[in-house]
């Protein structure tokens, strides 16, 4: 699996988007793209994953570049819940091991 | 949505102790599990692929003897903590994968099990 890397730590005021960005330039084409997050003392949850299109859920929204080495994971409202581990892995499927790497903490902040 | 669940939620035991970490798919069917720990201000660490009906897969560096792991049926996974010492005290989360369509599978994983050696 291709190796991402994100920022260590990042702050985003309450009720404002939060952009959490994703490098992935190893990024083979049958990989996705793969968002989780872990908020403290819980299990990771799953976000949103894509391949080559932007993805939209109830959660959030995935804008993958178009030569797919990087992509954002934007959070349109961000409330104080939000806050937790932004986690971005490259892998061919979910079916297949999760390797986390350090992730993004997310602060939002009131 | 799917739900995978842990018993129990958080456990303390004696130094020199077996501990049993169970994990449930409640509903769904799972042939692979995946077992993790995470020590504080550290990222998950992935411990062992759990097959059901056949051995743990170990990654490098986890002593398959210490960590036992039984994939008894398709919607349970346990994972023994054998002569557990004060350093296994961990944050220990088990995934497991749900066919979402096509080639596709999403990987949820459980609330986590704290255990404390004393």
């Known amino acids: 699996d291709a190796k991402t890397t994100q920022p260590t730590s990042m702050d985003c005021a309450e009720g404002r988007a939060a952009n959490l960005p994703c490098n992935h330039s190893?990024?083979?084409?049958?990989?996705?793209v793969y968002w989780y997050r872990q908020i403290h003392s819980q299990g990771p949850q799953y976000i949103i994953h894509?391949?080559?299109n932007n993805e939209t859920n109830e959660m959030a929204s995935l804008i993958i570049t178009e030569d797919r080495k990087s992509s954002t994971l934007i959070l349109p409202h961000a409330t104080l819940r939000d806050t937790a581990v932004y986690y971005c892995?490259?892998?061919?499927?979910?079916?297949?091991?999760?390797?986390f790497g350090p992730g993004t903490s997310l602060s939002v902040i009131p | 949505g799917a739900v995978v669940s842990q018993h129990p939620s958080r456990v303390i035991c004696k130094s020199g102790t077996s501990v049993k970490i169970e994990c449930r798919s409640l509903?769904?069917?799972?042939?692979?599990m995946f077992w993790y720990r995470q020590f504080p201000k550290q990222s998950l660490m992935l411990m062992a692929t759990?097959?059901?009906?056949?051995?743990?897969?170990?990654e490098q560096g986890v002593e398959k003897d210490k960590f036992l792991i039984n994939h008894a049926s398709l919607t349970l996974s346990t994972l023994t903590v054998t002569s557990a010492h004060p350093e296994d005290s961990s944050f220990y989360i088990c995934?497991?994968?749900?066919?979402?369509?096509?080639?596709?599978?999403?990987?949820?994983f459980g609330p986590g099990t704290r255990l404390t050696v004393t």
């Open positions: 894509g391949l080559k």
């Open positions: 995934s497991a994968s749900r066919p979402r369509g096509g080639s596709t599978y999403e990987q949820y």
């Open positions: 892995i490259a892998m061919k499927t979910s079916y297949d091991k999760v390797i």
């Open positions: 759990s097959n059901e009906g056949s051995k743990a897969t170990y």
């Open positions: 509903d769904f069917q799972a042939t692979t």
């Open positions: 190893t990024i083979s084409g049958n990989e996705y």
